[in-house]
Structures are given as structure tokens and as C-alpha cells.
């Protein structure tokens, strides 16, 4: 079944649901470790902010970036708040972007200029957050393969456009040296270059690189955002342990 602006919104409403009845079972003081320094209520807000700074860039067609304060974004203040500002701000994000032209053009940080990168972006983003939430709870963190398959796609495809806010991305420069993530769900080749680095989906099996991260597709998505860390006992790693390193170091988001 392709990914399409219809299929992101049906998955983002299901992470949605499962990270409003996540956080409904714990403590908002609970602290999230893979957010050092946050808790699970400084996740709910974040979240939930980026739903309603997404919803409201759709809405008006922006044609620039514009802040939570132009759109108008307020955070609860109250505990007993959160369930029911967390729910409304993701309904009125699938509402717009369910009643959007996903061609319409829009502002994006990323390559693709259009409502339906938010539909994607979203997904991602709520999915990555719902992890977060899993791991502060104590549960393993698991998405979908088909969905972190494609998670892995949208990351790397707008890692470059990522610089604008996470300079170190910068330094992801080299003289051919290649990263392979791994998965039975497919590998992705990325190689850095002088000037820039390239990614492709591998077609062979097999393919040689300088360092390679094999595991479940989850895991590997989860290692790109950095949920997963070097010696992961979830993920193989093998080849150039410097080149690991310089890739976490810089990559992050």
C-alpha cells in the first residue's frame, strides 16, 4: 500500500491516540530519558505545540515561517489540563490537514514545499515522541515497519534542509567515506563528500560500506533519531568506529 497525504494522517491519528493514552497512564514529573532534563509533561507540551505550530502553518498557507507567538500557540498550566489541550490540538491538526490540498504549496523546512510534508513530518515527529513517552514509562519502544521504514526515508531526505536549525549537520562532509543503516525492510547507502553527503535505498543484499548499523527496522529508526545509542544491544555495529562516532555526533536533530 503506497504512503500517501490520506494513509499519514490515518497513522498520525493512531500515534496520536497512543501517546494520549500513554501519558494518561503516568506522571507528568516522570522524567523522560531520552530527553535529558525533560519530563513526561514537558513532553506533552512540546508535542503538542509542534501539533498546533504545524496545524496553523497549514491553515493560513504560510508562505514563510511562523512563530507560536504569530499562530498563536498557549501551553496548560495546570496539570489536570494536559489530557484535554494535548486531544484538541491533535484533532485540529488532522482536521486541517484532512480538509488540505496536499499539493498546495506551504512553508516547510524541508525539500518538499507542500502540505503533504506536514502530514509526513507529523507522523515522524508524534511517533518519535511517542517513544520517548514508551521509554519514560518503562516500555519498549516499537513503530510499525512499514512506518519506520519510511520514517528513515523522510529523515535522511531532509537531513541537508536540517542545518537551518542543527548546524552541526554541517560537518557531515568526508572524502566518500560510506554508513549503511541496515533492516530486512531495506538499506540505505549514505556516503559524505567534500561538499555535501548523497543517501540511495541499496539494491544489493550486501552492499560494502566503511561502517554499518544492522538491525529491526525500528531500531535503526530509532538509532537515526537518536533513541538508540552506539552499542545498542538491540543493533549490530561493524567497520569504522570513528565514522560511527562522527555521524551520531553531528547528526542529531
Known amino acids: 500500500m503506497p504512503w500517501d497525504h490520506g494513509r499519514f494522517c490515518a497513522a498520525l491519528e493512531a500515534e496520536n491516540a497512543a501517546f494520549a493514552a500513554g501519558f494518561a497512564e503516568g506522571d507528568l514529573d516522570e522524567p523522560v530519558p531520552s530527553c535529558p532534563g525533560w519530563s513526561?509533561?514537558?513532553?506533552?507540551?512540546?508535542?503538542?505545540?509542534?501539533?498546533?505550530?504545524?496545524?496553523?502553518?497549514v491553515r493560513v498557507g504560510a508562505p514563510r515561517r511562523l512563530s507560536l507567538r504569530e499562530i498563536g500557540v498557549s501551553f496548560p498550566v495546570v496539570?489536570?489540563?494536559?489530557?484535554?489541550?494535548?486531544?484538541?490540538?491533535?484533532?485540529?491538526?488532522?482536521?486541517?490537514?484532512?480538509?488540505?490540498?496536499?499539493?498546495?504549496?506551504?512553508?516547510?523546512?524541508?525539500?518538499?514545499?507542500?502540505?503533504?510534508?506536514?502530514?509526513?513530518?507529523?507522523?515522524?515527529?508524534?511517533?518519535?515522541?511517542?517513544?520517548?513517552?514508551?521509554?519514560?514509562?518503562?516500555?519498549?519502544?516499537?513503530?510499525?515497519?512499514?512506518?519506520?521504514?519510511?520514517?528513515?526515508?523522510?529523515?535522511?531526505?531532509?537531513?541537508?534542509?536540517?542545518?537551518?536549525?542543527a548546524p552541526k549537520i554541517e560537518n557531515l562532509r568526508g572524502d566518500g567515506e560510506t554508513l549503511l543503516f541496515a533492516a530486512p525492510e531495506g538499506r540505505w547507502l549514505l556516503r559524505l563528500l567534500p561538499d555535501r553527503f548523497e543517501w540511495t535505498r541499496a539494491d544489493d543484499p550486501a552492499p560494502r560500506a566503511d561502517a554499518v548499523v544492522r538491525g529491526g527496522v525500528s531500531d535503526v529508526f530509532l538509532f537515526l533519531w537518536g533513541r538508540r545509542k552506539l552499542g545498542d544491544p538491540h543493533l549490530e555495529f561493524s567497520g569504522d568506529d570513528d565514522l560511527l562516532v562522527h555521524w551520531v555526533e553531528n547528526s542529531a536533530l
Not at 40 to 57: F, P
Request: charged share 25%; glycine share 12%; hydrophobic share 45%.
Open 40 to 57: 513526561v509533561g514537558d513532553l506533552v507540551r512540546h508535542l503538542g505545540g509542534i501539533h498546533r505550530w504545524a496545524s496553523g502553518t
Open 79 to 165: 496539570a489536570g489540563d494536559h489530557a484535554e489541550w494535548f486531544a484538541e490540538g491533535a484533532g485540529r491538526l488532522l482536521a486541517i490537514l484532512r480538509a488540505a490540498d496536499p499539493d498546495a504549496p506551504v512553508w516547510t523546512w524541508g525539500t518538499d514545499r507542500h502540505v503533504r510534508f506536514w502530514s509526513r513530518r507529523m507522523l515522524h515527529e508524534t511517533a518519535v515522541h511517542r517513544c520517548d513517552l514508551d521509554l519514560a514509562l518503562g516500555r519498549p519502544p516499537v513503530v510499525a515497519p512499514e512506518g519506520a521504514a519510511d520514517g528513515i526515508d523522510e529523515l535522511l531526505g531532509n537531513l541537508e534542509s536540517a542545518a537551518a536549525f
